[in-house]
């Protein structure tokens, strides 16, 4: 299948992740900005929500940031927490595309969100990040009253790394135990930070991401490379799926990434855990940023929507 020019004009302009010998903060001030510029040329803006604050929570270390995002003053409204991409060592709560991801989310799912800026690697390797997240959504449940959220209806999501780390936070949920959670909202996952999948898939690096940039992800968040096997850094290594929430698998069909996606699908259903998984014919991994030029990404996103609207709102099924 060929792609559609929206898509092949994406992967002209998208920038690559910058000179390797300039300092990560001048790369990520880089990176971001180009990213920004990405989701002004090829993504559809969104008005703020009805309400949208910072807090700074304590964790070790710390503090972190949260962003909270309220569809209204009303009380009792679903919680959603969201865990932005980037490889582990960029991105954060500020870009644009995160931004209009969450208010999305917020005005079109009806749920209060709350977006985390957890602390990057390689200054806050594994499991700092992890541990981060899961310090976010805790707080965002037991501060649910306070932000017009329902303690009891609480999900989680993340895009690409941030799904890495969504699914992670699920196994903690599970093991420590944590809070309940009603899906687990998975977009494009790496899920091996092996990459032997990646490397299995066939696809290439024609089409946005490559091994060799996910290899230096990988290597930037991981202190060692035996932690790569280590089921809350690759969640596809986990000894058991059973028990986990249910789970939305978004993929892409010309991301190498694509059979992290399916194969834990097929794990959590073999498992007994209800799982909805589409991979999207014609996308590329970052092709969900794509929403105001190509109607795929839109369809998408609408899947994306009724997948939150159904978890939190059951009468929507």
């Not at 990405?38 to 803006?45: N, Q």
């Not at 196994?171 to 977009?187: I, K, N, S, V, Y």
């Amino acid at each position: 299948m060929e792609l559609d020019e929206a898509v092949r004009t994406f992967l002209s302009t998208k920038p690559d992740s910058g000179d390797p010998r300039a300092p990560l903060t001048v790369r990520r001030a880089a990176i971001q900005a180009g990213v920004d510029s990405l989701f002004a040329m090829f993504g559809l803006p969104v008005a703020p929500a009805h309400r949208e604050q910072d807090v700074e929570i304590a964790v070790p270390g710390g503090p972190i940031r949260l962003r909270i995002y309220r569809p209204s003053d009303a009380s009792g409204r679903p919680v959603h927490v969201f865990l932005h991409g980037g490889g582990f060592w960029l991105g954060s709560i500020d870009e644009a595309v995160n931004d209009a991801t969450c208010r999305t989310r917020c005005t079109e799912a009806g749920c209060v969100v709350v977006a985390v800026d957890y602390r990057l690697s390689p200054e806050h390797p594994f499991p700092t990040p992890l541990e981060d997240c899961y310090a976010g959504l805790l707080w965002a449940v037991e501060h649910a009253a306070e932000i017009g959220g329902d303690p009891a209806n609480v999900s989680i999501g993340g895009v690409s790394a941030g799904s890495t780390l969504a699914a992670a936070v699920a196994l903690l949920c599970r093991d420590r135990p944590g809070p309940a959670l009603r899906l687990q909202l998975l977009e494009v996952p790496p899920l091996d930070l092996t990459l032997d999948g990646m490397r299995a898939s066939g696809v290439g690096d024609d089409f946005g991401i490559t091994i060799d940039e996910m290899a230096l992800c990988r290597d930037l968040y991981l202190p060692s490379p035996e932690d790569a096997r280590r089921p809350l850094a690759s969640p596809l290594h986990a000894a058991t799926v059973a028990g986990l929430p249910p789970a939305q698998i978004m993929t892409a069909q010309f991301d190498p990434l694509r059979h992290d996606g399916e194969r834990y699908a097929d794990r959590l259903r073999a498992a007994g855990v209800p799982v909805s998984y589409h991979c999207y014919p014609g996308a590329v991994h970052g092709a969900p940023l794509l929403t105001g030029t190509w109607p795929t990404a839109r369809t998408w996103q609408d899947d994306l929507l009724q997948g939150l609207r159904e978890a939190h709102f059951p009468s929507h099924r």
